[in-house]
């Protein structure tokens, strides 16, 4: 059975940073590609990132490039978000999503719990 | 970056009824790479179709996609109590991924 744990996430100050984690099993995590996908409160779904599964591509949205960074480590079948010089816009729940096919470009079959990301002072 | 426009934003029907919500995109997206989710309050989206008209494992045949280019079609033919949820399209066919607005439809 697929399961994506995530963990990080809480109360962090403008302009600071956080990391997020998504422990994966349940597949062979090396062959799909990943993302993240956030969402605020009371507002729709945000594609941010996404990384193949071998992480040698990645790409992002243009409202997190720059300042977020996605990785994976597949011996540990663990994805990553590095979110730097956070903003208050940044305020949302994070998911991790699992690429239906080994495509980077793909719809999402299973998605983490979640977790909330609070930017404020 | 490709811009999808969910229509409408509020649907109210009520069980057995039909649901129909629409998702336009900006450019035509290639590949019909378009999916559609289901969310539900305090829960991930569920993905329900993918390749705008293929059924993801285990949904029931009540919904169906359809479309193609940039007009793409979710529909619920008869509405079980289950089904009242927020309803994301989102296209896979760029780099740029994206998602729509999305659908709620509650009970009237």
């Known amino acids: 059975e697929v399961h994506l744990l995530q963990s990080g996430g809480g109360l962090v100050q403008p302009g600071g940073s956080l990391r997020l984690s998504c422990a994966a099993s349940?597949?062979?995590?090396?062959?799909?590609?990943m993302s993240w996908v956030r969402q605020a409160p009371g507002k729709g779904l945000e594609w941010l990132s996404s990384i193949s599964g071998t992480g040698g591509t990645t790409f992002y949205a243009d409202s997190v490039k720059g300042r977020f960074t996605v990785s994976r480590d597949n011996s540990k079948n663990t994805l990553s978000l590095q979110m730097n010089s956070l903003r208050a816009e940044d305020t949302a729940v994070y998911y991790c999503?699992?690429?239906?096919?080994?495509?980077?470009?793909?719809?999402?079959?299973?998605w983490g719990q979640g977790t909330l990301v609070t930017v404020s002072s | 970056e490709i811009v999808l426009a969910q229509s409408p934003d509020t649907l109210s029907l009520s069980p057995g009824e039909r649901a129909t919500l629409s998702c336009r995109a900006s450019q035509s997206v290639s590949g019909s790479y378009l999916a559609w989710y289901q969310q539900k309050p305090g829960q991930a989206p569920r993905l329900l179709i993918y390749?705008?008209?293929s059924r993801a494992t285990g949904i029931p045949d009540r919904f169906s996609g359809s479309g193609s280019g940039t007009d793409f079609t979710l529909t619920i033919s008869r509405l079980e109590p289950e089904d009242f949820a927020v309803y994301y399209c989102?296209?896979?066919?760029?780099?740029?991924?994206?998602f729509g607005g999305g659908t709620k439809v509650e009970i009237k």
């Open positions: 989102q296209q896979y066919g760029s780099s740029q991924l994206t």
């Open positions: 999503a699992k690429g239906q096919v080994n495509g980077i470009q793909s719809r999402f079959d299973y």
């Open positions: 349940g597949f062979t995590f090396s062959s799909y590609a």
């Open positions: 390749g705008a008209s």
